[in-house]
């Protein structure tokens, strides 16, 4: 079991520093880090990532949403959920998603300003 967690974390973090320059070779990678433990929500992360990268909005999604799905009590995905739905223009969705990760998370002070106005800027 620790050789399978290992080597999946090992595909993840090669996938993660794939994820600019090749997504599609990143997607292999993590889909290999996830046939190994596909409860590691980070590789979900990574997955989104390439498929964001790849211009694949509704399968970047879908992966946040599954580690969502296994991490139901952790804020971070749905934090991640609404960064792109503000680059969709999505901001009613993006709204949602940043309060959703606001309640699971309340000390965390840009989740309330992105929850209050999901275009802003850092500094806005």
Do not use: C, I
Not at 52 to 74: F, K, T, W
Not at 91 to 96: D, M, Q
Not at 105 to 120: F, I
């Amino acid at each position: 079991m620790v050789g399978r967690s290992t080597l999946a974390d090992h595909y993840r973090s090669q996938a993660e520093e794939t994820v600019a320059s090749d997504p599609a070779r990143a997607l292999q990678q993590v889909g290999d880090s996830l046939d190994l433990n596909a409860d590691a929500v980070t590789a979900w992360y990574a997955k989104s990532a390439a498929y964001a990268r790849l211009g694949r909005y509704q399968s970047a999604r879908a992966a946040l949403l599954e580690a969502a799905r296994r991490e139901p009590h952790n804020y971070v995905p749905w934090a991640l959920l609404g960064d792109p739905a503000v680059r969709h223009g999505e901001f009613r969705e993006a709204r949602r998603e940043y309060r959703r990760a606001l309640r699971l998370n309340p000390r965390e002070g840009s989740l309330a300003r992105l929850a209050e106005n999901p275009s802003a800027r850092p500094g806005d």
